[in-house]
């Protein structure tokens, strides 16, 4: 061994402790930063459950305080008691269920076609579906509007639900899924005499389980706190949504926050569940992503 053997092992040694130290703190850095992130996202959730609970000089007082001096249920019996909202909270869970996986229903098939097959218009067929991304739905609306009245559907579920089933969103996030599956995994299929349906419907759609569940829980997502189209479309009160059903807890002149807070709580209820029902789905189309030809 020569002299500068050593030498050299101690640089090694300095530089590797040089580097895990600063990965540490990157590390710490990263944690803090999204240490702020959590608190910053939880803490309207915080006060919109703990106001819930509170009374309407709680609600008011200032400085604002974080705990109910007692708690109670009073403003969930105001709730109910005020406006329909068992009524309102099923219309708001079958609509937005029933869309979501009529969206996925017509959206799958599309995309797959985009991805894997090849026919006349195809690029001018995907490129309007990314044109209806770029175009804002507000401009939509009236035409929309005009074609459910001619129709009659005007003050029918029909109204709301059939506008919502195709969704240029979902085709393109599907698209974008299929077309990083390997080929060969269908190719497998058409060689024993299936055809792209046969494909699509055992080999595809298994593995982009994620996928779904993901387009399935941002479409279901979106449509439950949908506003303007069911506020337009929904007149009679036994139709009403959730969403448009809060909105008559507060007049011209006032607002009973804690009642509102109870109704906002109990109506993120669906989201939470809904994101259990799919987080299995979306965990291990985490793990598979790595899946590609």
């Known amino acids: 061994m020569t002299r500068s053997e050593p030498l050299r092992a101690e640089v090694l040694t300095r530089r590797d402790v040089s580097l895990k130290a600063r990965a540490r703190g990157s590390q710490a850095a990263l944690l803090g930063l999204l240490t702020l992130g959590a608190i910053a996202i939880l803490l309207p959730f915080a006060w919109m459950i703990l106001t819930a609970f509170k009374t309407p000089a709680e609600a008011y007082t200032w400085p604002p305080v974080w705990l109910p ?39 799958a098939p599309a995309a797959y076609a985009f991805a894997r097959l090849r026919f006349p218009g195809q690029g001018l067929w995907f490129g309007s579906h990314l044109l209806s991304l770029m175009i804002p739905w507000q401009v939509t609306i009236i035409p929309v509007f005009l074609l459910i009245r001619s129709l009659g559907w005007y003050d029918s579920f029909t109204a709301l639900i059939v506008p919502s089933i195709a969704s240029g969103f979902t ?23 299936g055809s792209w349906f046969t494909a699509l419907r055992h080999v595809a759609l298994p593995a982009a ?66 994101y259990l029902f799919v987080q299995r789905y979306l965990t291990d189309a985490a793990i598979t992503s790595g899946l590609k030809g």
């Open 69 to 107: 001096a007692k708690w109670s249920l009073a403003n969930f019996r105001q709730l109910f008691d005020t406006i329909p909202f068992a009524k309102m909270f099923f219309n708001s869970v079958w609509t937005s269920v029933l869309i979501a996986s009529l969206n996925i229903l017509s959206a």
């Open 171 to 193: 085709v393109f996030l599907l698209f974008q899924f299929f077309r990083s599956l390997p080929r060969s995994l269908e190719e497998s299929v058409l060689i024993d005499g």
């Open 209 to 274: 389980k994620g996928a779904i569940a993901a387009a399935w829980l941002f479409s279901f997502l979106g449509n439950w706190q949908s506003f303007i189209w069911p506020l337009i479309v929904l007149q009679s009160s036994e139709k009403m949504l959730l969403p448009v059903g809060l909105l008559s807890l507060q007049n011209q002149y006032s607002v009973n926050i804690p009642v509102l807070m109870a109704g906002a709580t109990l109506s993120t209820l669906p989201t939470v569940i809904a």
